[in-house]
């Protein structure tokens, strides 16, 4: 059984980049081979044993609701909905108001990393961690930010975008200690990365969990358009 059942997704976003692709919907909502990708997302953490969903809701939140009231039972997730933007770090912080447990699983509405949780758990556990991320080594890329680590996994540092021959990237799902990060961050609207990563890392013991997985960030239409192909296969 997974030791934390509980996760925030982080599904408000406006999903400008998108809207030629997707005019008329949130981008967690967007088809992939006919099934919005919220579908695939919620149902990678079913079958890795999470089993309470928190939505961190803003942009079109009525259609993402009619969709999570179609698909999941009412007693299986909560919604949290923003009266006003208050970017990645501000929407968990809204959204752990429903977080009952220690730690908490964050991801984003508009990624999927095939990760192995369990694994991820088990090096924030060991290392005593408040903040654990799952890192993918990439070749040539400058869509992404890079975060080294040390030999123990320790993160020590993040690049901005640049163009990069290989690196670890930021895969989006986060093992979140809830207390210290409520207690680490302003409320308001700030970032997850900026005001929480970068500014506690040096302080505070966060780890990245490194494996070799599979990861799609649909948030462009180059990489939605090749969804469509590959989540045939993986799904």
């Known amino acids: 059984m997974m030791p934390v059942q509980e996760a925030i997704i982080l599904a408000g976003g406006l999903g400008t980049r998108l809207r030629e692709e997707v005019p008329d919907l949130p981008k967690c909502l967007a088809p992939v081979n006919g099934k919005p990708f919220l579908h695939y997302l919620i149902h990678f953490l079913q079958k890795a044993g999470i089993e309470k969903f928190i939505f961190s809701l803003g942009y079109k939140a009525e259609t993402v609701i009619a969709f999570i009231e179609a698909t999941l039972p009412k007693s299986a997730y909560q919604l949290v909905i923003e009266e006003e933007p208050l970017g990645t770090g501000g929407g968990i912080r809204l959204a752990m108001q429903a977080v ?74 986060y093992l979140l200690d809830t207390t210290t990060f409520l207690q680490s961050t302003p409320k308001g609207n700030f970032s997850l990365e900026t005001e929480f990563l970068q500014r506690c890392y040096s302080t505070l013991p966060l780890y990245g969990y490194v494996e070799p997985a599979y990861f799609i960030d649909i948030g462009v239409p180059e990489d939605y358009r090749r969804a469509q192909q590959e989540f045939a296969q993986l799904f």
Do not use: C, M
């Open 100 to 173: 009952e447990g220690k730690n908490v699983w964050v991801l984003n509405g508009d990624s999927i990393a095939l990760v192995n949780l369990e694994e991820q758990f088990k090096l924030h556990e060991s290392q005593s961690s408040i903040g654990t991320l799952a890192l993918i080594p990439q070749q040539q890329f400058d869509r992404y930010g890079t975060v080294a680590i040390d030999g123990n996994n320790r993160i020590t540092g993040f690049e901005e975008k640049k163009w990069q021959e290989s690196g670890l990237i930021n895969a989006g799902i």
